[in-house]
Every structure is written in C-alpha cells, then in structure tokens.
C-alpha cells in the first residue's frame, strides 16, 4: 500500500510582468475607446479632439503586440537552448 503524500504548502505562482503590462494596456486601451465615443457622441470639436486620442490608441495597441511578440520570441529561443 501506498502511502499518503504529506501537503505541499500551498504558493502564489510568481506573476508574469508582461501579462500585467498586457492587461494595463488593454484596460488603457478600453478607456480610450470609451472615452472617444463619449466625445464622438457629446462634442461638436471632434476631429480636433479625437485624433490625438485615436493615435495614443494605435501606439498604445502597437507596444502590446511588439512586446507579446518580443515574449514569445524569447520563450521560443529558451525553449531550443534548452533542447525541447
């Protein structure tokens, strides 16, 4: 008979940077689109108002697609160091 296996103490896992990076990001994003469609609705100004935001966005969406890339570029070099 087998016997019981004593209990592992239970650990937060270490949080990932670039995911809390991701998710600011995406939650900054989701503001800005909120935040445009309030002045595309409420404001006579819009061109001059949203552009500005409309371009933060783009850069804002440009950075979390360059850096999830730059992450799984570098998962996959340590994972052929490493032989898998």
Known sequence: ???PREP???T???PDPVLA???FLLALI???????AILAVYTYATPAV???LVVAMALAFSLLL????LRLGVRQLRQLRAGR
């Open 1 to 3: 008979m087998l016997r």
């Open 66 to 69: 360059f850096v999830n890339v």
């Open 50 to 52: 949203e552009l500005p």
């Open 8 to 10: 592992q103490p239970q």
């Open 30 to 36: 989701a503001l800005g689109l909120f935040v445009a």
């Open 12 to 14: 937060l896992p270490e």
């Open 21 to 23: 990076f991701s998710v």
